[in-house]
C-alpha cells in the first residue's frame, strides 16, 4: 500500500513549490549571463575609452605642446585651427560663417557620408603632404597602438550582436557656434549608440548629444538624446546585422 502510494506520488510530476523553486533558479541563471554579458561590454567600451579616444587625445595635445599649433596648422603664421595651413579665409574677425579646412586623417578616410569634410593631406614646412599619422610619427609624438602598424587611427570591436564594427579617428576645425563642438575637435566615426552613450558619461560625467566635450555630429541645439539605439540597424541589414553608427565630435582643450 505505502509502496502504491509513493508510485501514484511521484507520477504526478512536480509540486508547485518545486516548479517555484525551478523557476527561481532558472531566473538566478539568466540573470548571472546578463549581468556577466553587461560586464564583458562595458568593460570593452572602458578599454576603447582608456586606449584608444584617450590616447589619441593625448597625442594631439603632445603634439600641440611641443609645436605650439594644432595639427596641419602652419609654424610661420599659425591660425591655432586643424589645418589651418589650407584656411584660404579671413584672418581675423566673425569666424562663425566662413568656409572651414578640410578634416585631417589618416592614410584613408571613413567611407561615405560618415566624415562631413572629406579627408584631407597637410602640407609640412617644405611643402610635402603629409596625413595625421606621418605628421605625428614626423614629430616623434607616440601614436596610440589601434588596430596595428599603419591602422594607428582604427580601432576594430565587436557591436552587441556580434559583428565588427570599426571606429575611426580624424580632427577638424568647426567654425564658432557649430552646435556638436566649435574649434578644434577629435571626429570618431563608427560609434554604436550605446558606445556613444557611454563614452559619453564617460568623458562628460552626464549623457547629452549637444552639451560637454563629447556631441553627436550633425546635432541641433538642446537635444539630449543620441537618437538612436542598437536596434537599428545598417541599411541593408538583417535584425541580427551590423548595428547601425554614429559619428561623434570630441572638443580638444587647444
Known amino acids: 500500500m505505502t509502496h502504491s502510494l ?9 509540486t508547485l513549490v518545486e516548479m517555484a523553486i525551478v523557476m527561481v533558479i532558472i531566473g538566478v541563471i539568466l540573470a548571472a549571463v546578463m549581468i556577466g554579458r553587461d560586464t564583458q561590454k562595458n568593460a570593452e567600451y572602458l578599454r576603447i575609452k582608456q586606449t584608444f ?18 595639427l596641419g596648422d602652419q609654424m610661420d603664421a599659425p591660425k591655432l585651427m586643424v589645418n589651418g595651413s589650407l584656411y584660404s579665409g579671413p584672418t581675423g574677425g566673425d ?7 578640410l578634416a585631417l586623417c589618416g592614410p584613408a578616410a571613413p567611407t561615405g557620408s560618415k566624415l562631413t569634410r572629406g579627408n ?7 611643402g610635402t603632404e603629409k596625413h595625421v599619422l606621418e605628421i605625428l610619427q614626423s614629430a616623434g609624438v607616440e601614436l596610440p597602438r589601434g588596430r596595428g602598424k599603419g591602422l594607428e587611427d582604427k580601432y576594430a570591436y565587436l557591436d ?4 565588427p564594427q570599426e571606429l575611426q579617428a580624424c580632427f577638424q576645425w ?3 557656434g557649430t552646435v556638436s563642438g566649435a ?17 559619453d558619461n564617460g568623458l562628460d560625467g552626464v549623457i547629452n548629444a549637444s552639451a560637454g566635450t563629447f556631441r553627436l555630429e550633425g546635432v541641433t541645439a538642446n537635444v539630449v538624446d543620441w537618437g538612436a539605439n542598437n536596434q537599428t540597424m545598417l541599411s541593408g541589414s538583417t535584425a541580427d546585422g551590423q548595428v547601425g553608427t554614429l559619428t561623434a565630435h570630441y572638443r580638444m582643450n587647444q
Not at 579616444?53 to 594644432?70: D, H, I
Not at 569666424?95 to 579646412?101: F, I, Y
Not at 552587441?160 to 559583428?163: I, P, R
Open 174 to 176: 568647426n567654425p564658432p
Open 120 to 126: 584631407a593631406k597637410a602640407k609640412d614646412a617644405s
Open 53 to 70: 579616444v584617450n590616447q589619441w587625445a593625448l597625442s594631439y595635445n603632445t603634439f600641440v605642446q611641443r609645436y605650439g599649433f594644432p
Open 160 to 163: 552587441t550582436n556580434g559583428n
Open 183 to 199: 574649434g578644434n575637435v577629435m571626429v570618431i566615426t563608427g560609434l554604436t549608440p550605446d558606445l556613444a552613450r557611454n563614452l
Open 95 to 101: 569666424l562663425s560663417g566662413v568656409t572651414a579646412p
Open 6 to 14: 509513493q508510485q501514484r506520488r511521484s507520477s504526478q510530476g512536480f
